[in-house]
Every structure is written in structure tokens, then in C-alpha cells.
């Protein structure tokens, strides 16, 4: 399967943004998805993660409340939904799927990745 993350940009601390995972190739809706990101300097980490079926999520504790993982199967595309924004969220953010079930938060749990997409949040 092949990833294709879009929507990041600037925005000031408070704002909201949302991020799309468009998904190509095999059947995306088998996959569990994710979104992890990475700061400069920092190791890439965790952020979201959604069953196959949507039905189970999972949230780093830093974005709980704040940030929201839906996915659209029919559109073979999911989504990160990041409200209450804060300088520290600032990254690059990266989809990932694999066909694993559970809501793997380590990055050698996914076997494909998105490209990337600046997130900037100012103060």
C-alpha cells in the first residue's frame, strides 16, 4: 500500500488543523493506521493510532483529548483531526499502516509510511 499524508501548515497556538492519509494499492481497510511525528532533533514518536475497522483507537497521552483518528475506508483515506494546538506539537507528521491487530505504537510495527507533513505552530 502507498501512503500520501497532506494538510500540515502554519498555524498559532489554539487553532486547529486536519491532517489526510490517502491510501493506494492493496486494501486499506484491512490495515490499522497511524500518525506518529518527529521534532527536529528527537526520535520519531507515537501520536495515533485506529483499528482496521475504526472501532479502536489509541492516543499518546501528550494528544489525548486534543487530537482525534478517523478514517474514511470507503475513501481509502484516514485522518488526523488536531484541535487545541500547541508550539510543542510542532513536526513533521507521518502516516503509517499495517496489517496487524493491534494498536502498535512502535514505528518497526509499521511496514508503510506517508512522506511527511510539516505541522508549524506558532505562539
Known amino acids: 500500500v502507498q501512503l500520501q499524508a497532506s494538510g500540515g501548515g502554519l498555524v498559532q497556538a489554539g487553532g486547529s488543523l486536519r491532517l489526510s492519509c490517502a491510501a493506494s494499492?492493496?486494501?486499506?481497510?484491512?490495515?490499522?493506521m497511524a500518525w506518529f511525528r518527529q521534532a527536529p532533533g528527537k526520535e520519531r514518536e507515537f501520536v495515533a493510532a485506529i483499528s482496521w475497522s475504526g472501532g479502536s483507537s489509541a492516543y499518546a497521552g501528550s494528544v489525548k483529548g486534543r487530537f482525534t483518528i478517523p478514517r474514511d475506508n470507503a475513501k481509502n483515506t484516514g485522518y488526523l483531526q488536531m484541535n487545541s494546538l500547541k508550539p510543542e506539537d510542532t513536526a513533521v507528521y507521518y502516516c503509517?499502516?499495517?496489517?496487524?491487530?493491534?494498536?502498535?505504537?512502535?514505528?518497526?510495527?509499521?511496514?508503510?509510511w506517508g512522506q511527511g507533513t510539516q505541522v508549524t505552530v506558532s505562539s
Open positions: 494499492g492493496r486494501a486499506f481497510s484491512m490495515y490499522t
Open positions: 503509517a499502516a499495517n496489517w496487524i491487530a493491534t494498536l502498535a505504537t512502535m514505528t518497526q510495527q509499521y511496514d508503510y
